[in-house]
């Protein structure tokens, strides 16, 4: 049985690997560590209570002692590090809890990791991985007729949550070079689908609008992101972790820019098809224009030639199918959205939306 820690696997993209992984394969042990923040959801994993090949520890990247114990005790062979503060806005209002995980936390990850890398035998050595999730916003803005980010662009991050995470990136970056730790990076485009929390837009538009809410799009919606099925996504992981040249960065996108408008319009149309009952149909006229967020970049577009090539990875879904099956589990997961919504999430929605 082979070993892989995860951190922040209770958060939506880890909890979808944690259970892509032990699909796809018998061989492996899972442990995931957590520190649960508002974000993280144990429901998320709620489907391997029993399986013996999972373990949730509750825990903190950032605390070396507990790390310490964790390495010498499940002796990992691979590490892939979720663990993060998140959200934009939230590192707009309050930056200091994205330095502590985002930075110090990876830190202290990347060192108790060196200290047991080092420990072992030559092929050990060899064998292990520190696969580290990162996002495309390190590269900062584009221009709406720029070429996509490659692997190549300087970094230029803009909001407090990109530049912990490029500092984050920086960090993986120097123990690989400086101690041979095998590492790798991955800089993903927004992600979509099941066990996301409802504070990023897709699934604040689905849960607001089958309830008859405003739809909030900040400025005038013609921000372009990028978006990659959360399974695509996964699927990229697992062979950058088996295939991934060590010291290499890999960008992943879902070959799918759309701007906000579009998507929230497709969102409305599809819960039409779905609810053509609904109060508020059609559904677009809960369409809201609000005040822009501060320094809200205004494009991200993924090159994602280098993983195609050497990995042969290619997403699947396309954006049709994957908001489909992504509204459809929103509507037939009702206690999810209301634990997801316990909490202090109703304090951070009239925060940030208060002035509509
Ligand atoms: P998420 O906010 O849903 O989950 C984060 C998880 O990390 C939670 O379970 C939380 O409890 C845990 N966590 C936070 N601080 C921790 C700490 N100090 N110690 C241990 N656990 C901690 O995040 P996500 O959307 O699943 O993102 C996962 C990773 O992917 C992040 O590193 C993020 O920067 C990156 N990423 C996400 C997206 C996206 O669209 N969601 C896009 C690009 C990159
Ligand atoms: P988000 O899901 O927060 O991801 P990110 O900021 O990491 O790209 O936002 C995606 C886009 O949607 C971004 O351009 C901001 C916009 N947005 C809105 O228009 N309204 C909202 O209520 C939210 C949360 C985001």
Not at 14 to 33: A, H
Not at 251 to 264: M, Y
Not at 308 to 334: A, D
């Amino acid at each position: 049985m082979s070993v892989i820690l995860v951190t922040g696997g209770a958060g939506f993209i880890g909890s979808n690997f944690i259970l892509s992984e032990l699909r796809r394969r018998d061989d492996v042990r899972i442990v995931n560590l957590d520190c649960l923040t508002y974000a993280g959801n144990p429901m998320n994993l709620a489907g391997l209570r029993g399986d013996s090949r999972y373990l949730f520890i509750h825990g903190n990247i950032g605390d070396g002692c507990w790390l310490r114990n964790l390495f010498e005790r499940y002796r990992p062979e691979a590490v892939v590090n979720f663990a993060a503060e998140t959200h934009v806005d939230r590192s707009i209002l309050g930056p200091e809890p994205f330095v502590r995980t985002n930075v110090m936390g990876t830190c202290c990850l990347l060192e108790e990791a060196r200290c047991y890398w080092e420990s072992l035998p030559a092929s050990g050595r060899k064998a292990f991985r520190f696969l580290h999730i990162s996002t495309d916003e390190v590269y900062g803005s584009l221009k709406l007729d720029s070429p996509p980010f490659t692997e190549e662009n300087p970094f230029a991050p803009n909001s407090p949550y990109s530049a912990s995470k490029a500092a984050a990136d920086h960090f993986v970056r120097a123990y690989g070079h400086t101690y041979g730790l095998p590492t790798l990076t991955t800089n993903c485009s927004n992600n979509y689908g099941p066990r996301q929390f409802p504070e990023k837009m897709i699934p604040l538009m689905i849960l607001n609008a089958l309830e008859g809410k405003a739809l909030p799009v900040y400025g005038d919606g013609r921000n372009v992101r990028d978006w990659l099925f959360v399974e695509d996504h996964c699927d990229a992981l697992h062979r950058v972790l088996t295939h991934g040249r060590p010291g290499e960065t890999y960008n992943i996108g879902g070959h799918c820019e759309k701007t906000n408008l579009e998507v929230v319009t497709t969102i409305c149309r599809m819960l039409d098809a779905i609810r053509p009952k609904a109060p508020r149909v059609p559904h677009e006229s809960l369409i809201t224009f609000v005040e822009d967020r501060p320094g809200h970049d205004l494009r991200y577009a993924i090159d994602s030639s280098k993983i195609e090539r050497e990995v042969g990875w290619t997403p699947k879904e396309t954006f049709e199918t994957g908001l489909e099956r992504t509204i459809r589990w929103y509507i037939e997961n009702p206690a999810w959205v209301a634990a997801a919504r316990s909490g202090d999430y109703h304090v951070w929605i009239k925060r940030q939306y208060a002035a509509q």
